[in-house]
């Protein structure tokens, strides 16, 4: 709160305050409802309205109003600018020759309580909340200082016909000019709003003439209100303007929405053309326009104005959301859902109106739209139960959806299709209630079957007699007296069917049924395609690997490697965030324990350190476990750093000396090649520490022409280099070859026993320079 503008908190109080004195008025100012005219210079009650005071006490229609508050009628301002009776503490009327006097004028009905009183001043706080909301957690821009305005003004003119019904001046005035101004004020935030979003559609010009006339209409409404005048020619001229100005602000919006359907910020016009669709289509189509054209309302103001929720909640979405749901899968489903219920509801209209007699034509369309908006409703709300509450009210074993999950599961461990197709075979006679099942396949130009279990023999007569004499796909579906079957495979020399031979209940099959055995056809078709290319991958890369050289294309080397790296990778995470954590937990309680515990024995003591020094050797192989399956800060540290690190922990574990020279290495490595190199280097010094026996190893990486050499000697005793393949099995040497291959490298080995063992890798030259690290 603290941030606010002083420009903010003055029209903050003007609402807050206008609101307390519009709930306070409603509360203590009962609401009369009672219309009048005035015949022979006196003024006769010519109406009563439904809900309102008058209505309760039955007062008659008819009678002649000779007092309102003690005084003439036609002093009383209601009765002379409005030709209603309201704001009054008593009255005298004369009917049928009695003359009768009300005052004590303080009861409610229910009904006028929830439109006029709770609604209004719910909505109000609610608009205060979300306003406040705007406020703290949007961006600090002018499109939220406007929308703001726009929900305080709105929900003040809301709150105003609570006073307006009542016929009381301020309320009056600030009905018109809020209910005038909150539209040019909702245009304004969507110029400024789209404009932050680089879109503009409509001259700022349209707004400058709106604001200009409305407050001229709104200033003209005042003055006549204050002068207690209502001249007849003035009366709809409000109405007529709100109209227009409503009609200008959906053909802007509108406009927006068709001119960038297809753009980016298509969707945020389509959720705010709908949120003002819902708002204001009630209103006007049901209010404003029937008073306009013949001063009949189909319903009532209150009831429309309940649909402006609509609007703080759309651009409250709008504004605080990243992602929309999907607009157009609601919209085609309520324009689905609207065209099923147009004729029910004429139905269901026609027949109470049959019924009930003496409906009025307003009556009969308030009628229809209710059925209509509540079979809307309907429909909506099953669709969503359905999905939601289906497996509860179904047994899972009969739950179609159920199945499919459980069969996506159960096929995941097959790794065959005759497999895979007993599992489909044993849910589908698990979930439907189904005799016998049968698999076979059959030649597409022979007569010739393949079965996965025996078939009877008049059955596959049945086969020849009565299938395979017109074109199928998968997910086809054939019944016979004899039973029904689903096409789940098919290639041009063969199809495989699912056979079965009918239900237990001998009916039909009932269309969740097909679609059930249509849908599993369809993924068990999927499965074994993919199966059967996956085999053909295997096959293919069976016939890849040269017989000669052992080796792998450097493209499948590459991707081997690289999934190798991101199991290391991942492993070293898991190991590092689970076993190495615990280690450290349980040796911070070993110690606190050892230093805290004064009452441990000597001995136990001593066993204890000894335990957490053991735990601490065990913490440091861990690390370094985890170190070797993924360096740390190889990224960060580059090739060379990070071969040091490497070199000093392999020299304080071996016996032998590492010489490692780098001066002529320029080159900015890819982190995959880094990698690569890092691992080169990382088995060549395991070799060394494990089957060489040397003292000194020699390492060099350096720059020569267009290509990065890394060398690598020792003065171990060497190996006999015509048994080759073995060896390098062996030691480990194939790894290393192949991760050369995979980067497009080349091995040059001399060895020999008793000579040592030297090796030089090159790989090809990047044209960046790298990065020296400090």
């Given at each position: ?7 903010q908190?003055?029209v ?8 307390c ?22 003024w ?13 006490q ?23 600018m ?17 003359v ?5 004028i ?5 009904v ?7 609604l ?37 003119a809301?709150?105003?016909?609570s006073?307006?019904?009542r ?11 809020l209910?005038?101004?909150?539209p040019v004020?909702?245009?304004?935030f969507?110029?400024n ?5 680089k ?6 010009n349209i707004l ?14 005042t ?17 007529t ?12 919006v509108?406009r927006?929405v068709?001119i960038y359907r ?18 204001f ?7 404003l326009?029937?008073?306009l054209v ?18 703080p ?16 899968f609601?919209?085609n ?11 029910p ?12 007699s ?6 009969f ?14 429909l909506?709300?099953?669709e969503?139960?359905?999905v ?21 599961s ?12 007993k599992?489909?075979?044993d ?13 076979f396949?059959?030649h ?14 008049g059955?596959?007569g ?18 016979t007296?004899?039973g ?7 290639s ?12 237990k ?15 599993i ?7 074994i395609?993919?199966?059967?290319l ?8 069976r016939t ?12 499948l ?9 991101n ?18 937990y ?10 805290n ?52 922990q ?5 016996n032998?000396?590492?010489?490692f ?28 520490m ?30 006999d ?10 030691i ?9 291959n995979?980067?497009?490298?080349s ?5 020999a026993?008793?000579?040592?063992f030297r ?16």
């Amino acid at each position: 709160m603290k941030n606010f503008k002083w420009s903010q908190w003055i029209v903050l109080t003007f609402f807050v305050v206008s609101a307390c004195y519009l709930i306070v008025l409603s509360v203590t100012q009962p609401y009369l409802g009672i219309d009048v005219e005035q015949e022979d210079g006196g003024w006769v009650i010519s109406d009563v309205e439904s809900g309102g005071w008058a209505d309760r006490q039955n007062v008659p229609p008819g009678a002649v109003i000779l007092s309102v508050d003690e005084e003439d009628p036609g002093l009383h301002h209601s009765l002379t600018m409005f030709n209603e009776l309201e704001n009054a503490q008593s009255f005298s009327i004369e009917s049928s020759g009695e003359v009768l006097r009300y005052s004590d004028i303080d009861q409610f009905s229910r009904v006028h309580w929830v439109f006029y009183i709770l609604l209004p001043a719910l909505f109000f706080v609610s608009i205060l909340g979300i306003s406040y909301l705007v406020h703290k957690r949007v961006p600090k821009r002018y499109s939220a200082e406007q929308l703001i305005l726009y929900f305080l003004a709105i929900a003040t003119a809301y709150l105003s016909n609570s006073g307006a019904v009542r016929d009381d001046l301020y309320s009056l005035v600030l009905n018109t000019s809020l209910f005038l101004i909150a539209p040019v004020i909702l245009l304004h935030f969507l110029y400024n709003y789209f404009q932050e979003l680089k879109v503009v559609w409509f001259s700022k010009n349209i707004l400058y003439f709106l604001y200009a006339a409305m407050a001229g209409v709104s200033l003209l409404d005042t003055y006549y209100l204050v002068t207690l005048q209502n001249p007849p020619y003035f009366q709809l001229v409000p109405l007529t303007c709100l109209l227009g100005l409503y009609i200008i602000t959906f053909v802007i919006v509108y406009r927006g929405v068709y001119i960038y359907r297809h753009a980016a910020v298509g969707p945020v016009f389509k959720y705010m053309a709908i949120g003002m669709t819902v708002a204001f289509f009630p209103y006007i189509l049901l209010y404003l326009i029937p008073v306009l054209v013949s001063g009949v309302t189909i319903v009532s103001l209150e009831f429309g104005a309940v649909f402006l929720i609509a609007i703080p909640a759309t651009f409250m979405y709008l504004i605080t959301r990243e992602q929309l749901i999907d607009i157009n899968f609601i919209m085609n489903r309520l324009r689905y859902y609207f065209i099923l219920s147009v004729l029910p509801s004429f139905v269901l209209t026609a027949a109470i109106g049959w019924i009930v007699s003496g409906l009025s034509m307003v009556s009969f369309i308030q009628l229809y739209l209710l059925m209509h908006t509540a079979l809307i409703a309907f429909l909506s709300l099953k669709e969503g139960l359905d999905v939601r509450m289906q497996r509860f009210l179904f047994s899972a074993r009969y739950s179609y959806q159920e199945s499919m999950h459980r069969l996506a599961s159960d096929m995941k461990d097959q790794s065959n299709a005759v497999d895979l197709m007993k599992v489909v075979r044993d849910e589908i006679k698990n979930v439907m209630s189904v005799r016998e099942i049968y698999i076979f396949s059959k030649h597409n130009k022979r007569k010739m079957y393949c079965v996965y279990n025996e078939i009877p023999e008049g059955i596959v007569g049945h086969f020849d007699d009565h299938l395979f004499h017109k074109p199928y796909d998968i997910g086809s579906i054939i019944e016979t007296e004899k039973g029904f079957g689903v096409v789940v495979g098919l290639s041009l020399e063969k199809m495989t069917m699912l056979w079965c031979r009918g239900k237990k209940d001998f009916t039909t099959l009932n269309r969740d049924e097909k679609t059930y055995l249509q849908t599993i056809s369809h993924h068990a078709n999927i499965a074994i395609e993919n199966m059967n290319l996956i085999e053909d991958l295997v096959k293919e890369l069976r016939t890849l690997r040269n017989d000669q050289t052992q080796k792998y294309p450097a493209w499948l080397s590459r991707l081997l490697f690289t999934i190798a790296e991101n199991q290391r990778k991942q492993l070293s995470i898991d190991i590092h965030d689970t076993v190495l954590q615990e280690q450290l937990y349980l040796y911070r309680k070993m110690d606190d324990l050892i230093r805290n515990r004064t009452d441990l024995s000597t001995s136990l003591h001593a066993e204890l350190k000894m335990y957490k020094e053991s735990l601490l050797d065990s913490i440091h192989l861990t690390r370094e476990t985890c170190n070797e399956l993924r360096p740390a800060f190889i990224e960060e540290l580059g090739l060379v750093q990070s071969l040091k690190n490497l070199i000093h922990q392999y020299q304080l574990r071996s016996n032998f000396t590492v010489y490692f020279s780098h001066e002529q290495f320029e080159s900015e490595l890819d982190q995959e090649r880094i990698l690569g190199i890092f691992r080169i280097v990382q088995e060549l010094l395991t070799n060394a520490m494990k089957h060489s026996g040397a003292k000194i190893v020699k390492l060099s990486l350096y720059n020569e022409n267009d290509q990065v050499v890394l060398y690598y000697s020792d003065n171990g005793k060497g190996m006999d280099y015509s048994m080759k393949r073995d060896l390098f099995s062996h030691i480990g040497l194939s790894g290393i070859e192949q991760r050369v291959n995979g980067l497009n490298g080349s091995l040059e080995i001399t060895t020999a026993p008793g000579e040592g063992f030297r090796t030089r890798i090159t790989f090809p030259y990047p044209s960046h320079k790298e990065v020296q690290h400090v």
